[in-house]
Nanobody, 121 residues
Framework: QVQLAESGGGLVQAGGSLKLSCAAS????????MDWIRQAPGKERELIAA????????YYADSVKGRFTISRDNAKDTVYLQMNSLKPEDTANYFC??????????????WGQGTQVTVSS
């Protein structure tokens, strides 16, 4: 099994930046896709960024393109989300998740516990 642990969330003023980390431990996850997903109260979960652990291919939701950057450090089994130009609308609990099967809709094999990001006006 794989354990995922997010960190780096906090309170930040609009326009500021945060960098989230997702550390993976346990079995090898080299064949997985790693996603960052956020959920705000009363809203559906939103996939905001994804990266292939093996080749580094990335995906971004339109809502965060140009502001967020996903990256990974394979040696550390860690995925990062650099969040710039933060807006109050970005306030949410941010999760990292891993999936193996290339199916639609995505089914996630592992989830972290989440880290809260709060952006003040």
């Amino acid at each position: 099994q794989v354990q995922l642990a997010e960190s780096g969330g906090g309170l930040v003023q609009a326009g500021g930046s945060l960098k989230l980390s997702c550390a993976a431990s346990g079995r090898t996850v080299s064949s997985y896709r790693m996603d960052w997903i956020r959920q705000a109260p009363g809203k559906e979960r939103e996939l905001i960024a994804a990266i292939s652990w093996s080749d580094g291919r990335t995906y971004y939701a339109d809502s965060v393109k140009g502001r967020f950057t996903i990256s990974r450090d394979n040696a550390k089994d860690t995925v990062y989300l650099q969040m710039n130009s933060l807006k109050p609308e970005d306030t949410a609990n941010y999760f990292c998740a891993a999936r193996r099967l290339p199916i639609t809709p995505p089914v996630y094999d592992y989830w972290g516990q989440g880290t809260q990001v709060t952006v003040s006006s």
